[in-house]
Nanobody, 115 residues
Framework: QVQLVESGGGLVQPGGSLRLSCAAS????????MAWYRQAPGKQRELVAA???????NYADSVKGRFTISRDNAKNTVYLQMNSLKPEDTAVYYC?????????WGQGTQVTVSS
């Protein structure tokens, strides 16, 4: 069983930055693709960014050039650096570890972008 624990959310002004962290338990972190999703009120959950075990990254068009996903396998942690934040980035952000026969999610962390 894997547990994913997100942290780093909060309230930030437009144009500001936040860094989210997702710490994973267990021993399969380094071989797994990791992803960040978000869900705004009244909207479907959407993929924000993903990073493979080979450190290949993928981003939603809406965050390209502003967000950066990275991982530290020694710490079993994946990060999401969010810069130039906009009010439309307001959402609950979730960490996900998908795999063959399993699909783990964190509990989510709230990010609110408002003046």
């Amino acid at each position: 069983q894997v547990q994913l624990v997100e942290s780093g959310g909060g309230l930030v002004q437009p144009g500001g930055s936040l860094r989210l962290s997702c710490a994973a338990s267990g021993s399969i972190f380094s071989i797994n693709t990791m992803a960040w999703y978000r869900q705004a009120p009244g909207k479907q959950r959407e993929l924000v960014a993903a990073i493979t075990s080979g450190v290949i990254t993928n981003y939603a068009d809406s965050v390209k050039g502003r967000f950066t996903i990275s991982r530290d396998n020694a710490k079993n942690t994946v990060y999401l650096q969010m810069n130039s934040l906009k009010p439309e980035d307001t959402a609950v952000y979730y960490c996900r570890m998908p795999g063959l026969g399993y699909d783990y999610w964190g509990q989510g962390t709230q990010v609110t972008v408002s003046s």
